[in-house]
Structure formats: structure tokens, C-alpha cells
RNA sequence: GCCGGCGUGGCGGAACUGGCAGACGCGCAGGACUUAAAAUCCUGUUGUAGUGAUACAGUACCGGUUCGAUCCCGGUCGCCGGCACCA
């Protein structure tokens, strides 16, 4: 009899190996095929590893495993999103810096990591808050902004009335501040912005050479947002000036009744001496200001709104006068912060009208009573009530009126997409110093390359100061400087970049991650990219993967990366909820600690548990009973170890079995379907304990198919068998198609689709023999006329009867 | 409100391209081993009826297409996630 599994021992015995061997170190030998994996590094928080975490880690882990024994050079990296809010927060509340913070957290991470044998290549390990590391953030952003792409703007942020300080959306709950329940407003501040919108159409057209699971680039595509419509000029009664919408209706323009401004439309301001009930619409800015994005957002709620007394439009194409109201449900972000209500066909411009007694006329017929409820169901149909449109298709009015609108030099046919620009500066201490100065003669200027990286300069304090400046401001020796382009005083930029920076570009450092002359050499580049495979959380899909193909396709157009995708492939895991199927989260008292499962059970457990869990794509709930049962499953194959038999090839009832369960796994391994692949094995294991007996060959194979999942006890068995070498280094094995398939085949035998008799036959009988066989086996059911036959080749004979 | 996803035994889930629904695991029941328990091993396990072979029902609900539907189409309900009321 063998020893008893004892994981702990195993577990610390082979990662000690495996660091030592440097065995899953990525060589710079260009000769060899790449292969480059990749998983979302995370965040080093203060509450250590999540259950979340290794479940993309291994399914990468395991891809990454498999293709080393396939013979590829295998990047599987792995770093630290390391600067970011709550990790500042931590420390302004307990007084340490967010360095030692991080430092802290990141050891923890890295432990609890490497106690899950994952395979990642730790020289290559990088830190977004290195300044090694950053100076090429910084890097970056003087290309963008030398390229024009980084500007200044006004923008609002959340400001907490209490704390003072701006806050992030997150920190905003249900329009009051987080931490002290006070009011949070929308104050104007001028940011640093980055013109993602001028890549728009790129990142869309990017999307058709890669290979992203369908809902990823539905989500990319719609935040994109590309549309067809129009501006049009609606004059401003007894005016020069004018009004202009954007939209993607301007079939529908005999149906404007009236139109709707967003509070912040600068047109509230020219006329602000014209506009006879200004106090009424100031009180009205006043209570948009208060609402956050969210809640301006927040749905389902009653149309809010003030008409603009004292001032109308005019209907270009039919002359009429109309109101025009404010209403926060018209944002300043989209379009032209005005639009032409159509509330005859627009859910919320027909709620609107409702409510405060406007028209309402339609213009595509098709629909009840638009008096009673919008028809919106108008992507075709015909035009009413709309002279020369009338009678015409949804699609020829759309161009017959659009080149009309040219004509008149009234409007224009325009794209418009939904993509804003990135807000990319932060009143925030534990960022990237953004390298600019702001000069009186120069304006702002970009420091010359020479002088990165900029470091974060040490403060005594990380508060924000009470005017809404990052705590660098208070900082005056290091705001105060000199302008590099004429010498003369300058002050230093205090705001600090997103989170979203460093990880926009960490995976290009990964290939080359200690070079001190660039990001990373052209040769690491061409080698190791595109990235072959990326999975992470589809919570970053618009904003991390998008941020992050931007700048890769900027510094494409640079010429300082070979291609123009960054991921070749990209997709998406399922969230691991509490056992109670809720979200794990400390309120609820439903989280997991992994440190718990690995000392209990051992990290071969927990990947395999993770793995087998369900679905990949799709969210799960912990059971402490299935960790139980993998568990068992790896005591078994622990026990297999007695029953192994002399000889390397497989036995004869078993060859098929072995051929069979290398295709399964192997193409499971590559599409996502961990669960399946780990039934698999854990079937052929119940064969060969049924048997009894299992010989050296079937183990050897059957551990190698098992490595990529519990490495550890795989490997301590391997060598317990007395196989050569590591089995981390051997090769994957191969099956034969023809092996594969068993001689006889079960053909259903169903009447009238209703399975009746299974009959076992030749692999390769003919049609006509399939048939009588399939009859004679349900011979006395066959009572009426046979109207129909159908065989399918290895599935099923149907015989339809009347 | 919009966008995306999901709905299959007591539970997690499986089912190739429309072809035997419920693989594999958990749980449960019975048995073996044990003084006993745990662990382990064996057997059974969608429901209803039947001693049984079997029959009927069954993949959220209603309808459709098809020889045949968990899968395709139309509609309804419910759950989860995301959101920037996107004109």
C-alpha cells in the first residue's frame, strides 16, 4: 500500500522544484513558436485573494501548461494593478504610505498565488507603481500628447459638499458621499482628457480581425455606439442664431413638436436676459447640477422639465413655431446637448409631451392611436403627415429628406458615435504624476523625454486639499518650476492618471519587462505579440479593453508596436457567488477564504474544484461539498497508483477508452469547457477502478492529461511511478482519430420521433440493412402505414408511421 | 428604460451541427467493512403507474416550424449582470 495523499507536503515539495528548475520560465529564444497567455493582473487589495481569482488563473494556467508540452515558448505572466483608490484610502485612514500599503499586499498576493502552483514566469513579475514601470506610462501619455490627443477641458466631478474632496462614482451612493452621507454635487473642474472618440471608427473596425467571444464585441460595438442620422438647424424665432440636433430620425422631422436643451446648454446663458421665467430655469439647472450621472440616468421615474418662456423654434421644414424646454434627460455628452422631440415614436419624448400638455402628430403609420401610446416600432413603414415624404419607405425619407437638408444648407447628413472622450486626470495622490507644466507664456508643455520618469514626490498628507486639488498641489518646491521650453516659471501639473493607465499597456511590458531604453525591445514586440489569448472579467469590457486597444492602436500608428490588435483572443469567466448564490461579500457572511480551502484541502483541490465548478462563462455558487468531492477524486487517482501494471502500451479493452478521453480533454482544454474535460477523467478513472488494474502506460497518459489541472499530485505520482524526468517537460499526448471510434455503433430506433429499441451495429452498415434492422427490433409496434424513413448515419432510424 | 446573459432532477451541471434528455459530481437511500462512528467500497436515484418488461409525462410558460426541438422562430414570465435616459 501506498502512502496516504498528503497534499501539504506534496504541494511545498514541487513548487520548491519548479522555482528551483525555473521551470516555466519564457526563454528568449525567437526560434521556437510563442505562445502568449494572458489573465487581468489584479489589484492587490488589502483583503487578500478572492475565490474569483483562480478561476481564470487556472483555466489560462492550464492552456499555458498544455501548450509548454506542446513544444511552444510560453509567456504566462503575471504583475500588479497596483495604484488605485482604496489603497490610498487605506492609508490616509491608518497613516502608513500607500507604498508600504502596497508592498504589504502585493507580498500577500504573491504568497497566496505561488501556493497555487500556477506556472507564471515570476522574473517577469511587473508593478504599475514602479517607477521603473511608469516612467513608460508617462512615456505614453507625452506620444498622446504630442500627437494632440491629450487636451484640457472643463468637466463636472462628483464633489462631496462635507469632505471636499471630488469623488469617484463609486464613492457616490444614491446621491450622497460614501464615507460622511453628505450631498454630493457636480462641480466643474478642468481636467486632462484623451481623445479615444478620434479612434472610434478603428477600434470598431478592429474588431472584425479579432477573435472575441460574441458578447464581448456586441458590448465594445454598442459602447461605440456608431450611428447614422443627421444635424439640423432649427432657427430661434426672430433670431439670427440657431439650434442644432443631431439625430438618427430626420425622416420623422414633420413630427417635432417641440424641443428639449440639457441643463448645461451654453444657449440657457446667451439668452439668459430673453428668457422671461430665467429664475425658474436656474432653479432647474440648480437641481440637475445636484443629481449625479447615475441618478440622472435613473429610469422609470417621472419626466422632470422647464419650458424656456419667451423663446421658440421653428420647424425648418414646415415653418412652425415650437417650444423649447430644459429637461435633464437630454445630456450635454451626446449629440449637441439638444434634441427635436418626436413624441409620437419616442418612448420618453411621448411620456415628456404627456405630461406637460404637448403635440403630438404622427408620422409613420403602422401604429394604434398615438394619443394613447408611442409607435415606436418604426425602423420601416410608411411616412403621413408629411408632405413630400409622405407615402415614401422609412429608408427613402430618410435619404430624400437628408439631401433636401443639404440643399437648403439646413442640415447635413452626419456619424455620430455614443464613445465620449476619457477623462483621464484624478485629484488623487497614488497615481502616475502627469509630465506636464503649465507655463504663462507656453501654456501647457510637455516635459522633454530626458526628464522621466516624473516621480511621485513623498507628502505629508494624501488628503485631497479643500479646493478640490490633488494633495501634489500643496506641495509648492516640487509645483514650482521651470517652463523647458523658455526657461521660465512654471508650475508642475498636480492631477495624477487613472488606474485605467498602467493596465492600458502592462501586457507590452511583460514581453521585455527590464529594459531601461524603451517599453519594450522591437524584437520582444514582433516575438510576443499579439497577446494569443486574454481572459479577464466582462466588467472590464468597455473600459479596460477598450482604453487598452486604443492606446495599442496609437502606438501602432507610432510605428512602436508590430501589430495593430493587442489580444488576438479574448474571453470572459463567470462570477463565483456564495454558497447561498448571493455575491460573496463580507455583509452577507458568505465568503470563502482561499488560504482555508488550500491548507484543508490542498491547491490541486481548489483548481480542480474551480474548474469543475460549471460552466466557465457563466457564474457559479461555491459548495463546500464539491470541493469535497474533487478532493476524493484526487484520492482516487491517488490510489490508482496501486493497481498500476507492467506494460507502457494500453491495454486492449482500454485503447479506445485512452484515444477517446486525449481528444475529449485536449479540445475541451482549448474551448473553454474545463468541466466537461475533468468528467471525463474522472470517468475513465471509474473504468480502470472497475477493472482493477490500470498499466504504466494508461497512468503515464492519464497523468500527463491531469497535469495541466492538479500539477502537483500528478507530478509527485509521476515520479512515485518511477517515469523519467519531470512530467511538467514531457510531451502532450497524441490520439488516433481512427482509435477513436468504436466498431459497433447504438442506433435509437424511434417511430414517429419516439425513441422505441436500440440496436447495435456495424460502424459502417449501409442505409437499407440500417433500416430492416431498425424495423425488425420494433416489429411489433410497426401496426400502421410506413409513410417515411430516415436514417442518420451513427445517430438514429425514425420511422414514420400514419 | 436600454443592452447582454441565463432558466434542464433534491442541488451544481452535461447533451457534437436539430437526432437515445439528465454524462460527471454533490446529496440522499440501501448494503459491505467496523464493537460503533468516520473514512472507504458496492448498488440505486427525473416524476407518475406497474412485481416486471414497459407505458405516459417531462428541459420556466404559451404557440409555431420539423419525421424529430433543451437547441431554430414568435410571444409571455422570472432571475442575474452592465449602463452613459444616447435622441
Not at 20 to 46: C, H, M, N, Q, R
Amino acid at each position: 500500500m501506498s502512502e496516504p495523499y498528503n497534499h501539504r507536503a506534496i504541494e511545498q515539495k514541487w513548487q520548491n522544484v519548479w522555482d528551483e528548475e525555473k521551470a516555466f520560465a519564457a526563454t528568449d529564444d525567437y526560434s521556437k513558436p510563442k505562445y502568449y497567455a494572458l489573465v487581468e493582473f489584479p489589484y492587490p487589495s488589502g483583503q487578500g485573494l478572492h475565490v474569483g481569482h483562480p478561476r481564470p488563473y487556472t483555466a489560462l494556467d492550464i492552456v499555458a501548461r498544455k501548450r509548454r508540452m506542446q513544444g511552444y515558448n510560453v509567456l504566462y505572466p503575471m504583475g500588479w494593478d497596483a495604484f488605485g483608490l482604496p489603497t490610498e484610502n487605506y492609508a490616509i485612514k491608518n497613516k502608513i504610505h500607500p507604498k508600504i500599503v502596497t508592498e504589504n499586499n502585493v507580498k500577500r498576493f504573491k504568497g497566496q498565488l505561488h501556493a497555487l502552483g500556477y506556472s507564471f514566469d515570476w522574473d517577469r513579475e511587473i508593478n504599475t507603481t514602479d517607477v521603473d514601470y511608469y516612467k513608460w506610462t508617462q512615456w505614453i501619455f507625452l506620444k498622446l500628447f504630442e500627437a494632440g490627443l491629450a487636451y484640457k477641458t472643463e468637466m463636472p466631478i462628483n464633489w462631496c459638499t462635507s469632505c471636499k474632496v471630488g469623488l469617484a462614482n463609486e464613492e457616490v451612493v444614491n446621491g450622497v458621499c460614501e464615507r460622511c452621507g453628505a450631498p454630493v454635487v457636480r462641480k466643474v473642474k478642468s481636467q486632462w482628457m484623451l481623445k479615444i472618440t478620434e479612434y472610434a471608427q478603428k477600434l470598431l473596425d478592429g474588431l472584425e480581425d479579432v477573435d472575441f467571444i460574441e458578447r464581448v464585441k456586441v458590448s465594445q460595438k454598442n459602447w461605440i455606439g456608431k450611428s447614422q442620422g443627421a444635424e439640423v438647424d432649427f432657427a430661434i424665432a426672430g433670431k439670427e442664431d440657431k439650434l442644432t440636433v443631431y439625430t438618427t430620425r430626420p425622416d420623422t422631422l414633420f413630427g417635432a413638436t417641440y424641443m428639449v436643451i440639457s441643463p448645461e446648454h451654453p444657449m440657457i446663458e446667451t439668452y439668459k436676459d430673453e428668457i422671461k421665467n430665467l429664475q425658474a430655469v436656474k432653479d432647474y439647472q440648480e437641481q440637475a447640477s445636484r443629481k449625479s450621472d447615475f441618478e440622472r440616468s435613473e429610469l422609470a421615474k417621472e419626466k422632470t422639465g422647464v419650458a424656456l418662456e419667451g423663446l421658440k423654434a421653428v420647424n425648418p421644414v414646415n415653418g412652425c413655431e415650437i417650444p423649447i424646454w430644459v429637461s435633464d434627460y437630454v445630456l450635454m455628452s451626446y449629440g449637441t446637448g439638444a434634441i427635436m422631440a418626436v413624441p409620437a415614436h419616442d418612448t420618453r419624448d411621448w411620456e415628456f409631451a404627456k405630461k406637460f400638455g404637448l403635440p403630438i402628430i404622427e408620422v409613420v403609420a403602422g401604429g394604434e392611436n398615438v394619443q394613447e401610446a408611442a409607435f415606436t416600432d418604426v425602423a420601416t413603414g410608411r411616412l403621413v403627415n408629411s408632405d413630400f415624404l409622405n407615402g415614401l419607405e422609412v429608408a427613402e425619407a430618410k435619404k430624400k429628406i437628408i439631401s433636401f437638408l443639404e440643399e437648403k444648407k439646413i442640415g447635413t447628413g452626419k456619424t455620430n458615435f455614443k464613445l465620449r472622450d476619457w477623462v483621464f486626470s484624478r485629484q488623487r495622490y497614488w497615481g502616475e504624476p502627469i509630465p506636464v507644466v503649465h507655463c504663462e507664456t507656453c501654456g501647457y508643455v510637455a516635459l522633454p523625454e530626458s526628464q522621466l520618469p516624473l516621480e511621485l514626490p513623498e507628502v505629508e498628507s494624501y488628503m485631497p486639499t479643500d479646493n478640490g486639488e490633488s494633495p501634489l498641489a500643496a506641495m509648492t518646491d516640487w509645483v514650482n518650476t521651470t517652463c523647458p521650453c523658455c526657461g521660465g516659471p512654471a508650475k508642475r501639473e498636480t492631477d495624477t492618471m487613472p488606474q485605467w493607465a498602467g493596465s492600458s499597456w502592462y501586457f507590452l511590458r511583460y514581453t521585455d519587462p527590464h529594459n531601461t531604453e524603451a517599453l519594450a525591445s522591437p524584437e520582444a514586440l514582433k516575438y510576443w505579440l499579439p497577446v494569443d489569448w486574454y481572459n479577464g472579467g466582462m466588467e472590464h469590457t468597455t473600459l479596460h479593453l477598450l482604453y487598452s486597444r486604443f492606446w495599442h492602436r496609437f502606438l501602432y500608428d507610432k510605428k512602436e508596436v508590430p501589430v495593430p490588435e493587442p489580444y488576438q483572443k479574448r474571453t470572459s469567466h463567470g462570477m463565483i457567488l456564495g454558497e447561498n448564490g448571493e455575491k460573496m461579500s463580507k455583509s452577507r457572511g458568505n465568503v470563502v477564504n482561499p488560504d482555508d480551502i488550500v491548507t484543508d484541502y490542498g491547491a490541486d483541490t481548489l483548481r480542480t474544484y474551480e474548474m469543475f465548478i460549471g460552466a466557465f462563462e457563466l457564474s457559479a455558487s461555491w459548495s463546500e461539498n464539491g470541493v469535497k468531492g474533487c478532493r476524493r477524486f484526487l484520492e482516487r487517482v491517488w490510489k490508482l497508483l496501486d493497481i498500476v501494471t507492467e506494460g507502457d502500451a494500453y491495454s486492449s479493452d482500454f485503447e479506445i477508452k485512452m484515444h477517446q478521453t486525449i481528444k475529449k480533454v485536449s479540445s475541451d482544454y482549448e474551448n473553454l469547457k474545463y468541466n466537461t474535460a475533468i468528467a471525463a477523467m474522472m470517468a475513465l478513472l471509474n473504468d480502470f477502478v472497475k477493472k482493477g488494474s490500470i498499466t504504466r502506460g494508461e497512468y503515464r497518459t492519464f497523468l500527463i492529461l491531469l497535469n495541466p489541472v492538479a500539477p502537483h499530485i500528478t507530478e509527485e505520482l509521476w515520479s512515485l511511478c518511477g517515469f523519467e524526468g519531470r512530467l511538467y517537460a514531457q510531451s502532450w499526448p497524441q490520439y488516433e482519430e481512427a482509435k477513436t471510434v468504436e466498431d459497433t455503433v447504438e442506433l435509437a430506433v424511434q417511430i414517429n420521433g419516439k425513441t422505441r429499441a436500440v440496436v447495435t451495429l456495424a460502424k459502417n452498415v449501409e442505409k437499407d440493412a440500417a433500416i430492416a434492422a431498425g424495423k425488425e427490433a420494433v416489429k411489433d409496434k410497426l401496426t400502421g402505414t410506413i409513410v417515411k424513413e430516415i436514417y442518420v448515419p451513427g445517430r438514429i432510424i425514425n420511422i414514420v408511421m400514419k
